[in-house]
């Protein structure tokens, strides 16, 4: 039931000449970029005063980020070409960005960027390889070579690892050791899109035959290091594989909360579906559907540190699920339907992109949160 109380209120409400194509918060204040179809990138600064860094080219940008301390943005694309603004601090946020790198790759399409937790290490995709980027020293820090095309790559939250899927395997390296990786796990199809769990302990793949796989990192020591290692003989400690979708799965986000590690929650987005699963311990995967969206699902996200997620659609509308079982609000506000959103990590703000270019960042209302935080019925 829809509560009658709104969680979230519009707070602004901008456009960009086209459909948008990512946006991201820095971990730091309050500051979001913004890119679109047409190559555009723009940062609010605190207050949403807005700077812009690049204007339309005709290249879209696919892939941005913040550095952990905020203090580098990187964006890259259609273009082949990974930039890097040095970003003022939160003391002097009228210092203009600062434009310090420009990384070209002729003919590559780079949509898949990720900077380390800790270190100000960026790693993107180019073909059959990852580039390693050491933003604080100006120079690469490492190139990982790969048997076929990136597909994804991802960090673990501690950032001792890195995962990279190509093909049909998820190659895991430890960042002590970049020689050659440390683990491969091996997936029923390509690895399209991973996900690692808020403290590590999961890491998903989203697979081309509509198909979700789980690795509980606390196996990982039992994947094959070589074609020769055997197989464990315990099944159950085997990475799990999730089925029954009705489609592509085209998108992950792990639930932030307490008893993540034992139980998780992982939602799915699946043509005009969000397909849940839980763990329960000694039972294995169950799972539930929502199914208010009209039109594909195209994202998910859990705010951080609570169960609320969002859905979002390419025709209509935000759903917000409290406890990601009630729906408990509906967003509104690009006419032709939504294409990205990204919760801030307070959880404070919650900013979305539109297929026509519109930007819209809603804000948490006063008594939201002890709301959230209580049972469905306490949204009323």
């Known amino acids: 039931m829809l509560s009658l109380k709104p969680l ?3 707070q602004v409400h901008r456009w960009l000449s086209e459909y948008i194509t990512v946006l991201g918060w820095s971990p730091v204040g309050t500051r979001l970029a913004v890119a679109s179809g047409a190559g555009e990138v723009v940062l609010w600064q605190e207050d949403f005063q807005e700077t812009v860094l690049q204007t339309a080219s005709g290249a879209s940008i696919d892939a941005l980020g913040f550095s952990s301390e905020g203090q580098w943005l990187a964006t890259a694309g259609q273009a082949g070409a990974v930039k890097i603004w040095q970003l003022s601090s939160d003391s002097q946020p ?8 420009t990384l070209t790759w002729e003919s590559a399409w780079i949509d898949r960027l990720q900077w380390h937790p800790h270190q100000p290490w960026l790693a993107y995709n180019c073909g059959k390889a990852v580039h390693i980027w050491d933003a604080e020293q100006g120079e690469p820090l490492t190139t990982l070579e790969l048997p076929a095309a990136v597909q994804d790559l991802g960090w673990s939250p501690d950032g001792t690892h890195l995962a990279v899927s190509a093909q049909q395997r998820v190659h895991i390296w430890e960042t002590s050791r970049w020689r050659s990786p440390q683990y491969e796990w091996e997936l029923t199809a390509v690895s399209q899109n991973l996900q690692w769990s808020p403290k ?3 890491l998903a793949s989203a697979n081309q035959d509509s198909s979700v796989g789980v690795l509980t990192w606390d196996n990982v020591h039992l994947l094959k290091q070589s074609t020769d290692d055997p197989t464990p003989e315990n099944q159950a400690d085997l990475p799990a594989t999730l089925r029954g979708f009705p489609g592509k799965v085209r998108q992950l986000a792990w ?3 307490p008893d993540a590690v034992r139980s998780p929650i992982l939602a799915t987005a699946t043509r005009d579906l969000v397909a849940m699963w ?3 311990p000694d039972e294995g995967w169950q799972s539930w559907l929502l199914d208010l969206h009209q039109g594909t699902v195209l994202d998910v996200a859990f705010q951080p540190q609570s169960s609320l997620l969002a859905s979002l659609s390419d025709r209509g509308w935000i759903l917000l699920w409290q406890a990601a079982v009630e729906p408990a609000q509906v967003l509104e506000g690009a006419k032709e339907g939504f294409s990205c959103m990204t919760w801030h990590p307070t959880g404070e ?4 992109g539109g297929q026509h270019g519109e930007v819209l960042v809603w804000t948490l209302c006063p008594d939201a949160r002890a709301r959230i935080l209580q049972q469905p019925e306490a949204l009323l």
């Open 8 to 10: 979230l209120e519009l």
């Open 200 to 202: 590590g302990a999961y």
């Open 255 to 257: 639930a932030d909360v």
């Open 278 to 280: 839980i763990l329960i």
């Open 349 to 352: 703000y919650l900013a979305a």
């Open 94 to 101: 009228s210092d203009s960005p600062e434009l310090v790198e």
